[in-house]
Structures are given as structure tokens and as C-alpha cells.
């Protein structure tokens, strides 16, 4: 430190003083190549220096530089051949004369040590020094740290007083300005942060640091940002250190964007400089890391010890770690040996695959890490392993892995070098025999009709300094697709030439991809564009231009990848097509022609199938224009027309779109005939949708009951979160539905038959407002036990989608008395009354409706049935005992439990089988009851029962009360 800072002093002046020497003014115009002086353990060398000098030593010997410039100022520092005479201050600086520089100005200066090297532009300074004080004014310099400006001013002579500032600032993705106060002297020196900042968050903090000679005796250290705190205290020095550190931090974010979480640490440091003891503890939780990396729980402690067989050992456990979409549960890192050879193991696990690996090596002196990886083993859907150890080299600011082969389930990545040091990139390797399942699973879907044997080879040489540069190359090595056809026949698509190259020059890409097969026909692209280069690597921007050029004569395209939402599609046909574009990858100006025929689109699991296709397209101004496209459905056609837009961010749609007698829908739940005209427009995220068709056919079958859903308040531990997209907006706009006249429903009891028609207006999310109305032309419902045939059925819409108005009467067709059930007012809150003709009391009714006859034919058995049968339609459902809702819900009558104890508990099933024949089953649980009776009702009070089982009987009865 004393000899930079007797450097800063001394120098201006010994090199301006050098030109002449006296007592009268001199002007001088000077033009040097180089001016080089030797002080002490310093070199200095000016180059370019071009200035007008004034050089004005005055009576007393003062000496006056007006102005100063030079291109560049190297500094070197030499080694230290006699450190204990230079390890203390001297008394005093002794100045042959007192020096005022009233402005400095050099473009760049040089410091250079043994292993760094530091730069400085664009110094601007001033300076005044003479027998009693110096005063130096370092007006701006920009330096690795950012733009520096300092006022100090110090004695001349033992402790070497300073009093001043210097305050240091930087913009960008992370802001600061970092202020300071200076007092002291050069034994004791404080420094005082004020109206500081770290990325928008508030920097405080003091240093009190005691020098002694070159060590450092006394050090007490506090800052704090934001919430966040770091302290240390001790001494340092070349051959005896101690220092003990703590760090509270509960808000990572604070230094910076791309991490989070909170942490705790502290350790020791002792020992020598150049082999230093290390101890230290370490706790993170919720934390988040740059590349999408996350761990719930990070905990762990270690110590190096001093010296080349100095202990060393580690350990650190990390619970839930997540990596993009990949979960791992625990993750263990542990290290044991000496720093000339120890051994550092890596595991992790997941619920699908593990990870595991080996580093043997040792620790230089330079603070660098050079072993092998020994092992590395990845076991899952898709195994990753190194056949053999390859050379690994660590360092704060570089890595390097060299010879390294990866066996894959059936191929190998041959990795000859990857290499980093201070931000520059270098990778080169092959690829060979990469098979289909080498890929993940995510990475490429086939449609099911889709097989193969493919093998892939490739080479790729990458290097990323200022710009990236290198080459990648993939191609077809071996095998083929293969094609299910709609006979179950193997097709081989015979796949020839298969490639795709990137070229990249300057962050500039070019990339090539052909493809040729006897079946498949061929493809033939070339693209251009530019990355660029971002703090967290290089990007492809929307902004980033593109041109295109390519023509395909496409055979089928039943080797089209699908996505892995829709696992049995299947799409196929010719296609034809020449595109070129001179635009950005935002709005990339496409033009060209493209046309299809036998197109083929089935979704199975949906019903559609549409065969047969054809299409006309061009494509202008970033816009697909669909002259014609035709697809046929079943017996009937669907006619398209209109433009897909691709200028902006998000899709614009707008089709004009006819059906004639079009399956739109056919499975065998589910039909769906179209014929009419319609228009949808898509833009900013809206999807218009409007229309008249008529259905020519359809059939609706209402699926069972849902089956059980968990609660919103319950809380599944585990599982983890998934946001879901925001959905597409739906807007009908006076769209018009006609039922027509073969339009079905049936499930869940009902059987019907209806006709009518819709107009739905508004956004689908909010129950669109609906006008029309639907009748049921014939039909029955299951209730009550019974099938009931719908006589009137009106549902009148006008409001919400959700809750139509309900007119309808249901009657079971009894005779001499037709017993029913009538549904008035609307869908959420409906009114349920019994109606029968002639009209009878409601208790008659209930009876005909349930029995079949009325009520002075009604057993006893008969009775319970109709008090539950009454209560379930007094109460809609709702307070229905639950043995009721049991034996519903199993398709019976009646379901009961007798009995006081387990040895007396008796299971009773009951099943209507007609208005006079009854079936009821009895089952001890754990007794040897076990008895099916059938009940035939003669009349009121006769009744005639068989029994088979532990008992067997046949009884007549005859019913009588008491009043």
C-alpha cells in the first residue's frame, strides 16, 4: 500500500520535473513516444504524451504545471527484494521542490502486478504537494468498479494524516454508489459510509483499519444492506492471519435479481496467505439461484487446515432441490482428504432417477482445483454415465474438463474440451449413434402410427468470447421411420438424407436443414439471424433479424411431431410449399405459396376426423391468406377462407368458414352433424366467434356421476404448484343454434329427443346471455323408482346459459288413474309438485306415481317407501336420511341396519322389482344369517313370501291394524 500511495505522490512530479530543471520559465511543445522512469520498486513509462508545458519554478522552488496529458500511464510493481525496509513509514517525504498540477489528463493507466492487472480511463486529476501536505483531487476515472472521483489530503510527515473522500458509482442491471469518508492516518484508518446504495436498496456501514507496515493488526468491519448484515474482525498479513467473519442475510434479493431466499453464515480464516485455514457454517432456506435453480433447505459446515497435508473436509445437505421443472428431494455433497488429495462426492435423488458422482484431486497454491471426475452416473428415463475418469481444473474464475465420454442408453456424447475462464466459452466433442431413446421424453413426441430406429451423429466447436463463434452439426447415421397405415401394415418412410447445421460468426447464425426419403419427399431450408449477447448468456430476441429461405414437396406428414397433450392425434397428407423472409423474428414479412391435399386430422379420444383435406395459401406481409380450404367430415364438407396474421406477439385469426351436413363430432357417445356459416376472428387475445348453423344430427350422452373432488382447504403435502396459462377469451357474438330435428340427450335417466334453437351473446367465462328456446319432442327420465314419459318439455332461455326457465311434465302412464311430477320456475331454483289425471289428494298421487295403484292397496312395506319417496320430493334431496341416499346411489329401494350388537347387526337390501313384486336380501355380519326373499302382493292384506338361504320357507300372509 505505502508504495502505490508514495507512487501517486511522487510521480506527476518526477517525470514533469525531468524536462528541465532551473529557475526561469520555459514553454515547451513536447511530442514523446515514451518517457519511462524507475522509482524505487516502481517502473513508469508514459507513451503518446503531446501537450503544451508550462513550466514555471518560482524564486522559492515551486514548481507550475498548467496542463498534462498523456495516452497511457503503465504502472508495474516489482517484486520486493528487501521487504522489512520497506515494511515501516518513513519520518517524512522529503520534495526537492513544492508541486502544483492544475490538471492532469491521461486516457488510460496501466497498473500491473505479478498476477492482475487493472485499468483505468480516462483519469482526470489535480494535485498540490510541498514540505507539509499533500492534496490530490482525482476529478473522474472509470474504473472496473465503476466511475471514481476522490478529494484527499494528507500530511507530510509520521502518521501521515488523511482527511478526505472518495466516492465510486456504477449503473446498470446492478446499480450502486458507494460513499465514503476518510480520517485518520496511515497506522489507523476509519472509513464511514453515507448516502450510499445498493440496487435501490440503502448501503450503511464502518471500517476501522490498523496498518503496521504491510500487515493489517487491528480490522473491525460492519455494512449492512438493507436488512442485511456482514462483520469481521482481526488481522491480516502475509504470514499470519485471523480473521472471524458472520453473515446474517434475510433477504438475498437485495443483492441481487437473480437470487432470493435467506442465509446464514460465519467461519474463521487463519493462517498464511498462501495457505490459509478455512472454517465455516452455512444455513439457507427458500433459496433460488441463477439458471431457475431452487433449494427449500441448504445446510452444511466445513474446515481446510493449513499446509499441503492440511485436513480437509466438507459437508453440505440440500433438501427439495428444483431445477427448472426437474424436482430432486435430497441432494449431499461431502469432501474428505488433505488439500494435495482429497475426494468430493456428489449425490442427489429424485423419485424417477439419481444422481451420483466422484472429483478426486488437490488444492494449488494458486487457489485452483485440478483432479478428474472420476465417475458420474445418472440413472432415469434416460441413463447418462462416464466410462472413464477425465481431467477437471477448477478456479474463481475458470473450469476446464477435458476427454470425457458420456454413455447414453444407447449412444455417446464424446466431449473433447469444455472450458470457461473470466466469461470466455469453449466446447468441442461429438455425438455418436444417438438413438430416439437417448432423447427425454419431453424433447420429441411421435405420434403413436410412428417408430423407428434412428441414429444420430454430430460435432459441435463453440467459442463465446466477444462474440460466439463455432459450428454444430447433426445428421441421419443410420435406420428408419416407420409407418402404421390404416391396415396395420408397416410402411418404412425410407429416410435418406437427414441434416441440420448452425454456423455461427460473430453472434451471427446460419442455419441449414434438409431432409429426403423415398416416401417422406423432401425439405430444404436455410435461415439467418443474430443473437445477442445478455448478462445471463446469448439470446435470441424478438427484435433480432431474420431472413428465410425454404421449399419442401412433402409426401406425408405422418412423422410430424405432435404435442404431448394430445397423445393420440395423428395427422397426415401432401404438402407443398416455398416461403421466404426479410423481416425480424417478431414480425419475419413471410411470402411464398403453400398447398395441400389428402389431409388428414383424427383425435380419437375427441371424435374428430377429418379426411381428405385440401388447401390453398399464400403467404404476404407476415400473413397466411387461406384461399380455400376444404375438409370432409363423414357424409359433408367444411369450407375455410380467410387470414392467419403473424405480425404481432400474438396470433390474429379471421376465417370466414361454411358446413354442409359436416361431422363435426362422432364417437360413441357423441355426434355432432353441421350445416350453416359462421366467422371467427381472433386478435388481442380475443376469440370472436358468430354464426347460424343448424345441427343435422346429434346425439349427447350426459356421463355418470362426477366422481369426488377434494375440497379447496385441503392441502396435499408434496405436491407441487402449477400455474395455470391464462385462458383464451371467448366472445359469442349473436351466435345462432338450431337444434334441429334429430337432435338426442340421454344419460343419467334421461332419454330425449329435442329440437329448438339458441343465440348466445357474450364472453364464455361469464355465462353468455341466451334467448330461444328447446322442447323435448319425446322422451322419458328415470325418477322415483320409475320411467316416467316427458308429455311437455320447454326450457326458455332468457339470461344466463345456466338457468333457463323450466316447463315440464313427466307421468308415469298408469291406469285408470296417470300419476306425474311437474318442474316449474328455473334451473337454480326449481318447483316440483305432483299432478296426476283425474286430479286425486297428493297422497293418492304419490301412490299411483310410486305403486302404480292407490292408496287402499298400500302395504306396510309399501308405506315406508312413500314417507321416504315424499320426504325426498318435499325436501329436493336434501334432508333424506342417509340409507336412503345409500341405496340410490346402488340403483335400490330400500337399505337398512337392525340390530344392537355385532352379534345381533343385521344388512337389509330391498328392490322394487314391480307395484306387487318386492326383493329384499338379509345378511348377518357376523351371524349366520343369510336369506333372499321375493314378496308377491296379492292384494292389501294378502301377500304371498318364499325364502332361500339359512332359512327357506314359503309363507302367505294376511295384513290387519288396529285403529
Known sequence: MWRCLKFLLLALALFAFSPAQGEMTLNLNTS???????????????????????????????????????????????????????????????????????????DEIVIISAEKRYTLNKVQLSLEADSNTFKLNLHHADTPWGEAQAALNMANSKPFAIAGSVALQQSGTAPYAI?????????????????????????????????????????????????????????????????????????????????????????????????????????????????????????????????????????????????????????????????????????????????????????????EWQGWLQSLALQGNTPITLQAPAALRLAANSAQLDAAVFKLAQGRVLLDTLQWENGNFRSQGRLEEIALTDLPDDFLHLPPRLKGDLQFAGTWDLTAKDTLNGNISLWRAAGDLTLSTADGKPQGLGLGEMRAAVQFTH??????????????????????????????????????????????????????????????????????????????LAAPNLRGNVSGKNLQLTLPTQGLALADGTLDASFAEN????????????????????????????????????????????????????????????????????????VDQGLIELAGEDAPTLSDDV?????????????????????????????????????????????????????????????????????????????????????????????????????????????SGNALLPTIKLVSDPDVPETEKLAWLMLGHGMDKTGKNDLAMLSLAAGALLSQGQSVPMQTRLARMAGLDEFGVSGSDPQSTVLSFGKRISSQLFLSYEKSISGLLDIARLTYIISPRWSLRAAAGSESAVDVLYTFSFK
Not at 39 to 59: G, I, N
Not at 557 to 583: E, H, K, R, Y
Not at 651 to 670: G, V, Y
Request: charged residues 15%; proline residues 3%; without cysteine.
Open 32 to 106: 514523446l513516444d515514451t518517457f519511462s522512469y524507475d522509482l524505487d520498486q516502481l517502473h513508469l513509462q508514459l507513451e503518446k504524451l503531446e501537450a503544451r508545458w508550462q513550466l514555471a519554478p518560482s524564486a522559492d522552488g515551486n514548481l507550475l504545471v498548467e496542463r498534462l496529458h498523456a495516452r497511457r500511464l503503465t504502472i508495474t510493481l516489482r517484486g520486493n527484494t528487501n521487504a522489512a525496509n520497506n515494511s515501516a513509514l518513513p519520518k517524512h517525504i522529503k520534495l526537492p521542490f513544492a508541486l502544483k498540477l492544475q490538471q492532469a489528463e491521461l
Open 715 to 823: 392441502v396435499v403435502l408434496g405436491a407441487t404448484e402449477t400455474l395455470q396459462e391464462p385462458a383464451l377469451k371467448i366472445l359469442l357474438d349473436k351466435l345462432h343454434i338450431n337444434l334441429g330435428k334429430q337432435f338426442t340427450l340421454r344419460g343419467r335417466g334421461l332419454n330425449a329427443e329435442l329440437t329448438g334453437g339458441l343465440t348466445l351473446t357474450g364472453l364464455t367465462q361469464y355465462h353468455p346471455y341466451t334467448t330461444g328456446s328447446i322442447q323435448v319432442t319425446k322422451g322419458t327420465v328415470a325418477a322415483y323408482g320409475q320411467t316416467l314419459s316427458i308429455e311437455r318439455g320447454i326450457l326458455n332461455f332468457n339470461g344466463a346459459l345456466d338457468n333457463p326457465g323450466l316447463n315440464i311434465r313427466a307421468m308415469r302412464g298408469s291406469k285408470p288413474t296417470d300419476a306425474g311430477v311437474e318442474v
Open 179 to 367: 460513499k465514503t469518508r476518510l480520517s485518520g492516518n496511515l497506522q489507523t484508518l476509519q472509513i464511514t459510509l453515507h448516502d450510499s446504495h445498493w440496487r435501490g436498496q440503502s448501503l450503511s456501514g464502518n471500517a476501522k483499519i490498523g496498518f503496521d507496515g504491510t500487515k493489517i493488526h487491528d480490522l473491525n468491519l460492519l455494512a449492512q444492506i438493507a436488512s442485511n448484515q456482514i462483520s469481521a474482525s482481526g488481522t491480516w498479513a502475509e504470514t499470519e492471519n485471523h480473521l472471524e467473519w458472520q453473515a446474517n442475510l434475510p433477504d438475498l434479493s437485495a443483492f441481487s435479481a437473480q437470487i432470493s431466499g435467506a442465509a446464514t453464515a460465519s467461519g474463521t480464516l487463519q493462517g498464511d496467505t498462501e495457505h490459509p485455514a478455512l472454517q465455516f457454517k452455512l444455513s439457507a432456506q427458500q433459496l433460488g439461484l441463477p439458471g431457475d435453480f431452487k433449494i427449500e433447505n441448504l445446510h452444511g459446515q466445513g474446515e481446510i487446515a493449513t499446509g499441503d497435508d492440511g485436513k480437509v473436509q466438507a459437508e453440505l445437505t440440500a433438501n427439495n432441490l428444483q431445477y427448472g421443472k426437474n424436482l430432486l428431494s435430497l441432494g449431499n455433497v461431502s469432501l474428505q482428504g488433505t488439500r494435495s488429495n482429497h475426494q468430493l462426492q456428489l449425490q442427489a435423488q429424485a423419485k424417477e432417477l439419481q444422481l451420483s458422482g466422484t472429483l478426486q484431486g488437490a488444492l494449488t497454491a494458486r487457489y
Open 623 to 694: 400473413r397466411l391468406l387461406i384461399t380455400q380450404s376444404i375438409w370432409h367430415g363423414g357424409k359433408g364438407r367444411l369450407n375455410a377462407s380467410g387470414t392467419l396474421s403473424f405480425a404481432n406477439k400474438s396470433p390474429e385469426i379471421d376465417l370466414d368458414w361454411s358446413a354442409e351436413q359436416f361431422t363435426a363430432i362422432s364417437r360413441s357417445d357423441r355426434l355432432l352433424v353441421l350445416s350453416g356459416a359462421g366467422k371467427t376472428r381472433l386478435a388481442q387475445g380475443l376469440l370472436t366467434i358468430s354464426g347460424d348453423f343448424s
Open 507 to 584: 453472434n451471427n447464425a446460419a442455419i441449414h436443414v434438409s431432409l429426403a426419403g423415398e416416401q417422406v419427399g423432401t425439405l430444404d431450408a436455410k435461415l439467418n439471424t443474430t443473437l445477442s449477447k445478455l448478462a445471463s448468456g446469448y439470446a435470441l430476441l424478438a427484435s433480432a433479424p431474420l431472413t428465410l429461405t425454404a421449399s419442401a414437396q412433402l409426401n406425408t406428414l405422418a412423422w410430424l411431431p405432435l404435442p404431448a397433450s394430445l397423445p393420440d392425434a395423428s395427422v397426415d397428407g401432401q404438402i407443398s410449399m416455398s416461403v421466404t423472409a426479410n423481416g425480424t
